[in-house]
């Protein structure tokens, strides 16, 4: 420390003890008015706003919502534990509950799916030989008396049975081995043959009601989730012992995320217990233990309120800052209550301890806590909201830490001032540990923990395949026809064994959890239970939106200029579109792009992970079985024209299409699906077309697939599927008129919403020449080239900060080398940490980008007890003459000791994480364990090796060691 | 996903937007003190019955019948107009077959569906299913399709088939609530200027002419379960039983509105009239629908024979 610097502390010191009542009251009545906007905290979970809506897949994903709706589906399962889903009693449990979710708060009863919607309609004929298309499910529910009851039952089978589109979305189908059976063939098509052989073999025993909910939901998600929760249990009750309810779905996957973090509220009581009774133990006295707790709960407070002040849109993951800053507090509170009770004992005078304890610990704590900050720092400027809000919160509160800790707790002391005990010339254990160490790390066995680093190092490196990555990169041109090669290369892949992608709902939350087990006997997590068992019924549990728009884009609706008072066209076709005169525009208005479609969608449901899909093709195509099936010929006998009637379909199928008189007439392909449009136009309810076209213009619609797998391998290879299918066809009749997603450059608009103004976002481009696909496998893919951006990045840059913020403290070249060096090896733990979970499938614990805030924070922090080490090193060798085994004994019984308390602190500060069934608080704070635990077994065992042989001038500076000596005793 | 794949033959209904008289001494029922079931049935005969042998509307110049949907509040744009189909209609209440009770055909004569036409054949039995015929001329066949159920939506409209055609009195529990008087001008639908185009720059605005007339106010309570509505209160003229506004009610909310602006056909016999306009709007979603007829397009009693009334006509009617 310079003189400049002492000086400096000096009149701080000085500062606030003159002014310690206004200093007090000040922070108290600061802490107080912070209060009042805690409860204004903005946590809401919304994965859409976590990612740069500048992202491709994240502005489809917007595009989609914002036009088509669908952006909050809900899934419900009912599956019978005895017997088929025609049983009357099932069946009307069934229009019960459908009535109940679609009158929940936010629903959107239009776009609700399920047997009893009026979307269920018969695709047969009536006796007469007209096409019959009544609801399947009487719109009352099934009649009382039995024969017209069965009658009822008998009809909703059999049209159900014969419905192409929906029968495979709603009816869950079980073989005798109680194996699942799919009613698309394995080459995407429904056929006569691939439903005939389900409903020969298999019985159907399970339902879904798909629901849609509004966006206004997730600024009431507690009260909504009680609501849905609600429904759950009364019908669980009434029916749990023949039904198997489950559940799921974006916004109660949100929404119980939130109510989870406020149920386990009580683990952070029992954190500050753990921390307590570790502070009472450490100082034996009651203040020395509530006080330093106090500060440091000002501090969240402070923090909670600016955030409830700002309305910083936060997740659950914003659950691990307060954790962060208890930890990282404590750690400052014992240092400077430490020292407080040190000069306490040296001079009985309290006004002189504060003093001395302030103006000695006020300039290594802001240094410590501006090395901390360069962790949060490095990650404000990645564009992801809740690193943002890390980085922001989490600078703020570490800020405070100096008033509220190295300050306060002093000032506190003198009024509530604790008494002295013997204990406070130090404790047993610490001078064991440190003889023992030192002992250790000056014998024959000092080069144990460098083999044990080495060793871990070499584990890591290992598990996630760092020799196959460089490999791969330097194979260069050559090895590029292997593609995974290519993939490595292309995205800078070099350890191909941890996985960066994202399994979102495993990201979410655990399948199971300790303290499920500890207190009900159930660590099951229902959240997970329940999707895997949907996964394992439904076609698809999460969706693959594909945006379908036109390259030559639409004229605007002509307006009243366009014709005169007389009637004349004054504003021609050319400029206008008058959709009474002008011919049809829009892409869906043409056979060919419609059937290039058709196709697409076949290759998707062909692919073994997409389950089904949905469009308006399919509208399309079963209005043209229904229309052309031979007069008195049930439809679906002739699912051969279930398709677009191009020229070629008509040619093939000319018993249904030629024309009458004419041996090689046929309809004009387009005027006949125009036809169709405006027929579905004028038959549809508001809104229910426009879930997958846009009627407005006619040019562009959306295609919704059904994905049935989470793997962050098989999700990022179904998008790459799908990407290079489209690049293929790209040139296709009908295909070449298209573009599929928002592309780079465009321009989204936002609409305002509440105090929120309407905005624009200009899309970038992060995957040039590939098609953006929306849904929550486009932002699963948006995550995954988030991660992959970000996973060596950030780090690197953390690493150059603290690198550079060390240099500067330490002015040691050196030093700085050492502590950075240091700081990788833990680097690297935490990616074999990665790869560890990569390789067990815990896709609750990978390198997924929630998880790598990690990497950062930890490096920020850890790079901690190297400072404190040097710092203690330096001292202890001029106090002790250059003598290397006293100073590093003398060391690592005070800093050391120090730091090994602080870790046990922070790990019991995360237990209220590592407790919910919340699996992002859990593998951040997994991460961040791990790499303190070996930042503390580096900072002891390693960092006073690598000092003693590489001998930095920082620590041993010969000549220099008497005034050294002075220095630090008069510190 | 939301998949509605064929209510195709709702496109038949604009065929009974003309069925507008009374069968009864109106004078001597106006006069008599009515229960409430009664003037339900009123109502059903007024708005089913016929005191002509046919009716129709057919384009004259520029002036044609036309069906206007607004999208839902939340769905309107400026580059949004509302949907607009023009449509000819012709309706033939004396069929000369007595198993027949009635020979409706529309043709739809503008857009994507232009040409497109539907025979509506009701029988005198009233066992036996109405049957639709459609002409799909792109496709150049005809197509017979089953009667739609009470609750499928009417021509893209927010009204349903069971409001316009198929509720009966019986399907309800009527009660008089009392007598009133008009009150407020009948709305209709009111565009923003961009949402105007030359097919709807004419249409017509609120009706006041019917404030003061006397009414009924009747409560109709629905007997099916879980039904799109509780109740509904209807404002009926004391004189016709021509039924101006009708309030919807679902869970002690208002949830649809429908206005009906019936007008005098200047026939000697004062009780034809005509459904000038109908208006409704759901008051959940802001969707409102509007179905325009101008006097100038309807021509009564014209020398058609029943022939007319065939799939023959559809198939030529647009060459």
């Known amino acids: 420390m310079t003189t400049q610097h002492r000086d400096y502390a000096d009149a701080y010191a000085r500062f606030v003890l003159r002014h310690r009542r206004a200093v007090i009251i000040l922070l108290f009545a600061s802490t107080l008015l912070a209060l009042f906007f805690v409860n204004r905290v903005n946590l809401r979970n919304d994965p859409d706003s976590l990612l740069p809506l500048s992202n491709r897949y994240i502005a489809t994903n917007l595009y989609s919502d914002l036009t088509y709706g669908m952006g909050n589906l809900m899934v419900w399962g009912l599956k019978v534990k005895q017997g088929d889903i025609y049983q009357p009693w099932f069946l009307d449990m069934v229009n019960d509950f459908y009535r109940d979710v679609s009158g929940l708060e936010y629903a959107n009863p239009v776009n609700f799916v399920g047997l009893p919607s009026s979307k269920l309609r018969n695709l047969g004929i009536t006796d007469s030989g007209s096409l019959d298309y009544r609801r399947l499910m009487p719109v009352n529910g099934l009649a009382n008396e039995q024969p017209q009851r069965q009658q009822q039952i008998d009809y909703l089978r059999q049209g159900l049975e014969q419905h192409l589109v929906l029968e495979p979305l709603l009816v869950y189908y079980q073989d005798a081995r109680g194996n699942k059976c799919e009613l698309i063939g394995a080459d995407g098509k429904i056929s006569n043959a691939s439903v005939r052989h389900v409903h020969q073999n298999c019985r159907a025993v399970g339902t879904f009601i798909i629901g849609d909910f509004s966006n206004e939901l997730k600024d009431n998600h507690l009260q909504w989730i009680d609501q849905a929760k609600g429904v759950m249990e009364e019908y669980q009750a009434r029916y749990g012992d023949r039904v198997e309810f489950t559940i799921s779905g974006e916004p109660y996957f949100l929404a119980s995320m939130v109510q989870e973090l406020w149920d386990k509220g009580w683990l952070f009581g029992v954190s500050l217990l753990i921390i307590l009774i570790v502070l009472w133990y450490e100082f034996r006295h009651w203040s020395c233990a509530v006080l330093p707790l106090l500060g440091v709960g000002m501090t969240i407070i402070l923090t909670l309120g600016l955030m409830g002040y700002t309305q910083f849109r936060l997740t659950t993951m914003m659950a691990l800052t307060p954790m962060l800053l208890l930890a990282i507090g404590i750690g400052h509170s014992m240092q400077i209550t430490r020292r407080y009770m040190q000069e306490l004992q040296k001079s009985g005078d309290h006004q002189q301890a504060a003093y001395t304890a302030i103006r000695y610990t006020v300039v290594p704590a802001a240094l410590s806590i501006g090395t901390d900050l360069h962790g949060f720092f490095a990650i404000s400027f990645i564009d992801i909201s809740f690193y943002k809000a890390y980085a922001y919160f989490g600078i703020f509160g570490m800020s405070t830490l100096i008033l509220t800790t190295t300050t306060l707790i002093p000032l506190l002391m003198i009024t509530f001032p604790p008494k002295l005990h013997d204990r406070e010339s130090g404790r047993g254990w610490e001078l064991r540990l440190a003889k023992g160490i030192t002992r250790l790390l000056t014998g024959p066995l000092k080069w144990l923990p460098v083999v044990s680093v080495i060793g871990i190092w070499l584990v890591s490196a290992y598990a996630t395949e760092l020799d196959r990555g460089f490999s791969a990169l330097i194979a260069g041109e050559a090895g590029r026809s292997d593609p995974e090669i290519a993939r490595i290369q292309d995205e800078f892949d070099i350890m191909p064994g941890v996985e960066k992608g994202i399994h979102y709902p495993r990201a979410a939350y655990k399948d199971h959890y300790l303290l499920g087990e500890l207190l009900t006997g159930s660590g099951e997590v229902k959240a997970i239970a329940d999707l895997e068992a949907l996964s394992g019924m439904m076609p698809g549990v999460i969706t693959a939106n594909l945006v379908i728009r036109s390259k030559a884009g639409s004229l605007p609706p002509c307006g009243l200029d366009a014709w005169s008072e007389t009637g004349q066209r004054v504003v021609g076709p050319e400029r206008c579109f008058d959709s009474l005169e002008d011919p049809p525009q829009g892409i869906f208005n043409r056979a060919e792009v419609l059937n290039a479609l058709s196709n697409f969608e076949d290759w998707l449901r062909g692919h073994p992970h997409i389950g089904f899909t949905a469009s308006y093709v399919q509208f399309v195509k079963t209005l043209n079985m229904l229309l052309n099936a031979p007069e008195g010929e049930s439809p679906v006998a002739h699912m051969n024209l279930y398709a677009i009637p191009t020229l070629p379909h008509m040619q093939q199928n000319a018993y249904a299409y030629r024309l009458p008189g004419e041996a090689e007439g046929y309809p004009d392909p387009d005027q006949t699906v125009q036809l169709y449009n405006g027929m579905l136009t004028t038959s549809a309810e508001a809104g229910e077309l426009e879930a997958f076209v846009n009627t407005r213009t006619w040019d562009e619609g959306i295609v919704v697939g059904f994905v049935n797998t989470m793997d962050p391998k098989l999700t990022h290879q179904t998008i790459r599927d799908i990407q290079s299918y489209l690049q293929q066809h790209a040139d296709d009749p009908g295909m070449q008129l298209l573009r599929i997603g928002v592309e780079a450059g465009e321009e989204i608009q936002i609409p305002a919403k509440g105090e929120k103004p309407a905005h624009t976002v200009v899309t970038g481009d992060s995957i040039p020449g590939k098609a953006a696909i929306g849904g929550f496998l486009g932002v699963t893919e948006a995550t995954r080239d988030v991660a992959f951006k970000e996973w060596l990045n950030a780090p690197v840059a953390t690493s150059l900060t603290v690198f550079l913020m060390t240099l500067i403290m330490f002015r040691s070249w050196m030093i700085a080398s050492i502590l950075i060096s240091l700081c990788f090896i833990t680097l690297m733990t935490q990616y074999g940490l990665g790869a560890y979970m990569t390789s067990i499938g815990e896709w609750s614990a990978n390198l997924a980008f929630h998880v790598q805030v990690a990497l950062s924070i930890a490096m920020g922090l850890g790079v901690d007890y190297g400072v404190y080490m040097v710092s203690r090193l330096r001292e202890e060798m001029r106090a002790n003459g250059e003598d290397w085994r006293l100073a590093l004994e003398s060391t690592l019984a005070t800093t050391g000791s120090a730091i090994l308390i602080s870790m046990l602190v922070l790990l019991g500060s995360f237990i209220p994480l590592m407790n919910t069934e919340l699996a992002n608080l859990w593998s951040v704070s997994l991460y961040i364990s791990e790499a303190l635990i070996m930042d503390v077994f580096i900072a002891l065992l390693v960092l006073p090796l690598m000092v003693n042989w590489l001998r930095p001038r920082f620590v041993f500076r010969a000549g220099l060691g008497n005034r050294g000596v002075r220095g630090t005793k008069e510190g | 996903m939301s998949i509605r794949l064929t209510r195709i033959a709702v ?299 065939s799939e023959k006509t559809l198939q030529n009617y647009a060459r």
């Open chain 2, 11 to 309: 496109i038949g209904m604009v065929c009974h937007l003309f069925s507008a008289a009374q069968a009864e001494d109106v004078n001597r029922l106006s006069q008599t003190p009515l229960s409430a079931q009664a003037v339900a049935e009123q109502v059903y005969t007024a708005a089913h019955g016929g005191l002509v042998d046919n009716a129709l509307s057919k384009r004259r110049g520029r002036e044609v019948a036309v069906v206007v949907n607004r999208a839902p509040l939340a769905m309107r744009t400026q580059d949004r107009a509302p949907g607009v189909q023009t449509f000819d209609t012709y309706v033939n209440n004396a069929p000369q077959d007595p198993a027949i009770e009635t020979l409706q055909m529309a043709i739809l004569t503008s857009g994507k569906t232009k040409g497109t036409g539907v025979l509506f054949t009701r029988y005198a039995d009233p066992g036996k299913g109405a049957v639709i015929s459609m002409w799909l001329p792109a496709l150049r066949k005809i197509r017979r399709i089953n009667e739609p159920s009470h609750e499928d939506v009417w021509f893209g409209t927010n009204l349903t088939y069971g409001e316009l055609v198929l509720r009966t009195p019986e399907d309800e529990l009527h009660e008089l609530l009392g007598e009133a008087r008009v009150e407020e001008c009948l709305a209709a639908m009111e565009l923003q200027p961009w949402e105007k185009t030359r097919y709807t720059r004419h249409l017509p605005g609120p009706q006041c002419a019917h404030i003061g007339k006397p009414v009924y106010l009747l409560k109709s309570v629905t007997k099916f379960k879980n039904w799109w509505y509780d109740f509904h209160v209807s404002e009926i003229d004391k004189r016709t039983f021509a039924l101006y506004k009708t309030v919807y009610y679902k869970d002690g909310e208002v949830i649809k509105t429908v206005y009906i602006d019936w007008q005098s056909l200047d026939q000697p016999d004062p009780r034809i009239t005509y459904p000038r306009y109908i208006y409704a709007i759901s008051h959940q979603d802001g969707k409102d629908s509007m179905v325009y007829v101008p006097r100038s397009t309807i021509s009564l009693n014209v020398e058609l024979s029943d022939d007319f009334w």
